[in-house]
């Protein structure tokens, strides 16, 4: 598959899921142009004017607006972004896990708002937000959450109410005040079938720059964590309706074009 045909199937996907939205008269761009744009910039990590450039290049998007407002109208439709990160599940248990995102390095702390916190992670301190994702046993995000990286993993205990079916997490997640009826805690190597929830942060991080997020506001970082979320949903369905189903999650071979 070359990188138009990809774009284009890419593309296909996407307006299955916002082919309702309005395009707006003077808009030069129909809605699912736009957040196909905002899920192939998180796969290209490119900066916006490098990445337009490149857009430019492929010759499938002739109307493409200026870098700033191609921006403004990625924020638009952050909606419609973040209903493509959430899937539906039918499964009999699913898992959850929470992940800090580094997002400026501890001796610039200053240089940041409150939108960040701090925290240690694996033996260094961080700067930075926690993602906390629900996961399949597939791989499919079906609902996440993020904070500032000081706030503990039992307060997003929470994001496991909205499912009836069991949840699998790790202590972190046991709070003494109590949990949900549905959250169940493991211990450590109880139940490592919960392991596909660390491949799908592991793909995020190397892959889409899940620990790479460049924002200037939590709104912006928001947003990116959406388009990564939803890149790898629908690269998943993609496999899916290719035919190149694997028991664990792979995106490896889109993300080489």
Not at 45 to 62: D, E, I, N, S, Y
Not at 162 to 170: H, I, P, R, Y
């Amino acid at each position: 598959m070359d990188i138009e045909l990809f774009i284009t199937f890419l593309f296909c996907m996407i307006d299955e899921q916002t082919g309702d939205l309005l395009q707006h008269p003077d808009s030069k761009l129909h809605p699912s142009e736009i957040v196909t744009l905002a899920l192939l910039k998180r796969m290209k990590q490119h900066a916006f004017r490098r990445f337009v450039v490149w857009l430019k290049h492929t010759g499938m998007f002739p109307n493409l607006p200026d870098f700033t407002r191609l921006c403004r109208q990625f924020k638009h439709y952050r909606h419609a972004i973040e209903v493509i990160s959430r899937q539906v599940s039918q499964w009999d248990w699913l898992v959850t896990d929470s992940k800090l995102c580094e997002v400026i390095h501890p001796i610039r702390e200053g240089r940041k708002t409150g939108w960040v916190g701090k925290n240690k992670s694996k033996g260094r301190w961080i700067v930075g937000i926690r993602v906390v994702v629900v996961v399949s046993p597939e791989g499919d995000v079906l609902d996440w959450t993020l904070d500032t990286a000081n706030i503990h993993d039992k307060h997003f205990a929470w994001i496991v109410e909205s499912f009836e079916v069991k949840v699998l997490a790790d202590s972190g997640f046991h709070s003494k005040d109590g949990d949900p009826e549905n959250l169940k805690i493991c211990q450590r190597g109880e139940q490592n079938e919960r392991m596909v929830v660390e491949s799908v942060f592991s793909l995020c991080t190397r892959l889409l720059g899940l620990n790479n997020i460049v924002a200037k506001s939590f709104e912006g970082f928001r947003l990116a964590v959406a388009s990564i979320f939803a890149l790898f949903n629908t690269l998943l369905d993609m496999n899916r309706r290719l035919g190149l189903y694997s028991q664990r999650p792979s995106i490896a071979h889109f993300c080489c074009l």
